[in-house]
């Protein structure tokens, strides 16, 4: 009886049994676990989707559908086509017969005529015209002439347009498909890498197959040479100011609280800035990278000088203490002993903060480096600094605001070469800092 | 470009100072360095120094002023008759300066001689065909006074311009010869050297504050200019935003409040969909991963924070947009109309965000004393109670900064919702809805406009002030909370 009554009282936990509060105080335990790791995973699976879909999307912009046709011009074709009053018109109709020719080669015969071959490559007559008069001494062998394709048969092999979604109109009608579908069988519309995406300039807003990143590329350049030049050496100077000689007073102050600020201030509002100090007052050219770039080195200095100080704050005060003891002056204590101790840490500062200078899109918006006018390749060095330009950033949204799908490939394509500098960029400045790290 | 030009002029001058002052210093003592008072190359750094520094300095002040200069005198000399009566002394002005750099082109390409673009007896009519000729924007028919004006104008610079370049160089010179003069021996050269240096140190650390100075004065001059062309209280509390682009004044309802709500709407949404992810990964990585995880984790989240603005704003637009438009749209639900919404730019907004959250509350989470943690383990509470309950209240805030430092990201950022949020300003609850923000209005009103003079260009610098404040104020809050919590616990 007495056990009976024992039993029906309260269970007490004991180091064996798990009571139904620790129960759910350990499930508490594991489900806050739980959110962490779904947190991180999340954060992780972002980062998937974007590498996933700046790769899948991007990297067909590397690609370009051509026209490879390998004939022969005969020295009385050449005559007759010259003699004609609508000369390229007639070189058209030279590369259709050869093309007719080639196809029946193959043993295909699809008929078209002259304003397909328009809606699929544009006008060849021209380029054909051109090549054979100033190489007169092709003509009768045989040449291979590589034509890119529009964007829309482009677009159809990377499966952009389809049967089913392509609409008639004077670009593209449905039937052109099975031409294209006749030409890549027979060898002639192959798709190869598209080395002017990378060297290329920007096209009108109705080509996107022609348009290439290699000028605003350039354009980046010279906006990096004017913030490394600039940012750099004043960089450098004000933290040594800052960490090594300051005396603690209101100007001191002053200058921490608006350099932490500065930091902090919105990319945009820098481009107010440019606009209204180097464009409004100065009257400095518009879309310049010279002008870029100084608006960029204002924003990088914060960057810079933080990371110059911290690393300045490293070396440790024995040196400086030693220096000074075998008679250095302050100033030749810091330029000759902590400078090149610093050295490494100010280099991977600098990079880190010329990367993201690289990235920065909305303050280029506001000085003009947008729309068309990455147009051709600078023609010497001060040309480069002063003549409008684009960078890479701005031209991709310059594709990104297009109409035409097509540039939307390119925009894509434009980010992957942009992260590869960044990238390459990160990756010079960690193994500097690797290579080069001193614990003292 | 003799600008170009002139500033390598200083430089020789100032290295041929620099090895004349060292030699001149080395002969002087007879070749016996241990009678110098300082190392030789002090004395040639002294003399080029002296040479360069004071020169370059004019040439800068010259450069800033002259423009002033040249336009109050053009300025003064134009006859009130010139001005139209649609048109401002400003805009003439303009015109002027826009005529001049058109005969400079002219001349420089060769359609017209330097006798004929300074002839003040020309005809008007054969110089604007002439300009039109040489390629130059030459907008409206240029006047008679205007093109007296654009002369003057090329004139005045000119000169200015010769003598900028003799005053720059007898400056040059003039403290190269010093320099050289005082180098004796027994002259202190180091101590002066140092002396320069350090005013060089002080010059390159007051950049900072210039720069404030820049962004406040360019700010406050144009805003103060808008609200002269428009009322300030029509801005700040008007409900509609609509610039006209074709009319001058009048016309446009500059309202900000549309535009405020819908910089706080993306925020918000950007804010909760990164503050949970964010807090949680610190939490986890500070309090529970094992090195090994954490060493691949942190900077794997990290990456999110160094890929550039626009590669968010094109995952907005071309990836995510679509992608809510297949759910929420026509064909799933039916509350989202196009691509472009308030959800796309905050979800996006929000992942940009999430590396910012996590790493500012990791550092403040590792700086608890480990005591604390120590305490409470004591007294039998689980890991993540101790977390919840002491951790994290000893931690808020600091976690409090955090958020409102990534909310100043948030309200600043451009690229995102100019590329995702949509162009369309309403004030409306639906977050499927195309918003627009400051910032986005901010890029919209400036590109493609070279013409400062209308509210519908100027109130973006008001739109920019406004920006301004909201985020300094973020900032010195958050700054001010977080430095309190960390004296807390040193």
Redo the contacts between chains.
């Keep these: 009886m007495t056990d009976a009554s024992m039993d029906s009282g309260p269970k007490k936990g004991s180091l064996t049994t798990v009571d139904a509060r620790t129960k759910k105080?350990?499930a508490?335990?594991k489900?806050?676990?739980a959110?962490?790791?779904?947190?991180?995973l999340?954060?992780?699976f972002?980062?998937v989707?974007?590498a996933a879909?700046?790769l899948r999307?991007g990297l067909p912009a590397f690609t370009q559908a051509e026209m490879k046709l390998e004939f022969v011009l005969s020295q009385e074709e050449f005559d007759a086509a010259e003699g004609q009053l609508l000369k390229t018109k007639a070189y058209e109709g030279i590369f259709i017969s050869k093309l007719q020719d080639a196809l029946t080669e193959n043993g295909m015969s699809v008929a078209f005529d002259a304003a397909a071959i328009e809606r699929l490559l544009g006008k060849p007559g021209s380029m054909i015209r051109e090549y054979f008069r100033a190489n007169p001494d092709k003509i009768g062998t045989s040449v291979t002439f590589s034509l890119p394709a529009s964007s829309r048969v482009d677009g159809y092999f990377k499966g952009r347009v389809s049967r089913e979604t392509v609409v008639d109109s004077r670009f593209f009608e449905a039937k052109d498909l099975d031409l294209v579908d006749a030409l890549a069988d027979a060898g002639i519309i192959v798709r190869n890498f598209n080395w002017n995406f990378i060297t290329g300039s920007d096209s009108g807003v109705d080509n996107p197959s022609g348009a290439g990143i290699g000028v605003s590329v350039i354009g980046s350049l010279f906006m990096m040479l004017v913030v490394l030049v600039l940012s750099l050496?004043?960089?450098v100077?004000?933290s040594?100011?800052?960490e090594e000689?300051?005396p603690q007073n209101w100007f001191t102050d002053?200058?921490e609280v608006?350099?932490?600020?500065?930091a902090?201030?919105?990319?945009?509002?820098?481009g107010?800035?440019g606009?209204?100090?180097f464009i409004?007052?100065?009257?400095l050219p518009?879309s310049a990278p010279l002008v870029g770039g100084l608006v960029l080195t204002?924003m990088t200095?914060?960057t810079i000088?933080i990371s110059t100080r911290a690393s300045l704050k490293a070396v440790p005060p024995s040196i400086r203490e030693a220096a000074l003891g075998v008679g250095a002056?302050?100033?030749q204590t810091v330029f000759h002993h902590v400078l090149p101790l610093a050295a490494p840490g100010i280099l991977t500062g600098t990079i880190i903060g010329l990367?993201q200078a690289?990235?920065?899109?909305?303050p280029l918006?506001?000085i003009?480096m947008?729309?068309f006018i990455a147009r051709a390749y600078p023609e010497g060095v001060?040309s480069g600094f002063i003549d409008p330009n684009s960078a890479m950033?701005a031209q991709?949204?310059t594709w990104?605001?297009r109409a035409d799908a097509g540039f939307?490939e390119k925009?894509?394509g434009g980010?992957i070469i942009?992260?590869v500098f960044?990238l390459t960029m990160?990756i010079i400045a960690i193994i500097l800092r690797r290579r080069f790290e001193r614990r003292w | 470009?003799p600008l170009?030009w002139l500033f390598l002029l200083v430089l020789a001058l100032a290295i041929a100072a620099f090895v004349f002052a060292r030699s001149r210093v080395l002969a002087m003592s007879g070749q016996d360095r241990r009678s110098l008072h300082s190392l030789p190359n002090y004395y040639g750094s002294n003399a080029a120094m002296k040479s360069a520094i004071p020169a370059l300095l004019v040439l800068v002040i010259w450069l800033?002023a002259q423009?002033f200069y040249v336009n109050s005198v053009v300025s003064d000399a134009l006859p009130d008759s010139a001005i139209a009566e649609t048109s401002s002394r400003s805009l003439v002005l303009a015109e002027v300066?826009r005529t001049a750099d058109g005969l400079d082109l002219a001349v420089s390409t060769g359609t017209m001689t330097e006798d004929e673009a300074s002839d003040t007896g020309a005809e008007v009519a054969a110089v604007t065909e002439t300009l039109e000729e040489a390629g130059a924007i030459v907008t409206a028919q240029i006047t008679q006074p205007v093109l007296r004006a654009a002369q003057q104008f090329r004139v005045l610079n000119e000169t200015g311009h010769q003598i900028m370049t003799i005053v720059v160089l007898l400056i040059a010179a003039a403290g190269a010869f010093w320099g050289i003069k005082e180098t004796r021996p027994d002259f202190r050269a180091?101590n002066v050297v140092?002396q320069g240096?350090?005013v060089?140190?002080?010059a390159?650390?007051?950049?900072?504050?210039l720069?404030?100075l820049?962004?406040v004065l360019?700010?406050v001059?144009?805003t103060v200019e808008f609200f002269r062309l428009y009322p300030a209280s029509e801005f700040f509390f008007g409900t509609n935003w609509a610039p006209s682009f074709s009319g001058r004044g009048g016309a446009s309802d500059l309202g900000i409040l549309p535009l405020m709500w819908g910089t706080f709407y993306i925020s918000i949404v950007a804010l909760i969909v990164a503050v949970?992810?964010?807090?949680?990964?610190a939490?986890?990585?500070s309090?529970?991963a094992s090195p090994k995880v954490r060493a691949f984790?942190k900077p794997?989240?990290e990456?999110?924070a160094?890929?550039?603005?626009?590669?968010y704003?094109?995952?907005a637009?071309?990836?995510v947009g679509p992608l809510l438009v297949s759910v929420f749209g026509e064909d799933g639900l039916g509350w989202m109309q196009a691509g472009t919404a308030v959800m796309t730019a905050g979800l996006v907004m929000g992942?940009m965000l999430?590396?910012f959250v996590?790493s500012l509350s990791d550092d403040i989470i590792n700086a608890v004393p480990q005591a604390m943690r120590d305490g409470s383990y004591g007294l039998g509470a689980?890991?993540?109670?101790t977390?919840?309950q002491v951790v994290l209240p000893a931690a808020l805030p600091g976690i409090v900064g955090a958020i409102l430092?990534a909310a100043?990201r948030a309200?600043?950022?451009?690229?995102i919702v100019?590329?995702g949020a949509g162009a369309a300003a309403r004030l409306s609850l639906n977050p499927f809805e195309a918003m627009t923000t400051v910032?986005a209005k901010?890029?919209s009103q400036?590109?493609?406009d070279?013409d400062?003079a209308s509210p519908e260009a100027l109130v973006?610098?008001a739109l920019?002030m406004t920006?301004?404040v909201i985020?300094?104020g973020l900032?010195?809050l958050a700054?001010v909370i977080v430095r309190k919590y960390r004296e807390q616990y040193e």
Excluded at chain 1, 358 to 362: D, F, I
Excluded at chain 2, 306 to 311: A, D, E, L
């Design positions: 105080r350990n508490a335990e489900r806050f676990k959110y962490g790791i779904v947190a991180i999340i954060g992780m972002f980062l989707v974007l879909s700046i999307s050496p004043i960089g100077a004000a040594i100011y800052l000689f300051a002053l200058i608006n350099i932490s600020n500065l902090a201030v919105p990319s945009i509002v820098f107010i800035l606009l209204a100090v409004q007052f100065m009257h518009q204002l200095l914060p000088i002056s302050k100033m990367a690289l990235g920065e899109t909305a918006l506001l003009g947008v729309g001060v950033p991709i949204y990104a605001a939307y925009a894509w980010i942009l992260l960044l990160n | 470009m170009l800033i423009p300066r180091r140092e240096v350090r060089l140190l002080i390159a650390a007051s950049i900072a504050i720069t404030t820049g962004i360019s700010l001059f144009n949970p992810v964010g807090l949680f990964s939490i986890y990585l309090e529970y984790a794997m989240l990456v999110l160094g890929i550039p603005t626009i590669v704003g094109l995952f637009l071309l990836t992942i999430i590396p996590s689980t890991q993540s109670e977390i919840r430092l100043s309200i600043g950022e451009t690229m100019v590329l910032t901010i890029v400036l590109t493609g070279s400062f973006a610098f920019g920006l301004f985020t300094l900032n010195v700054l």
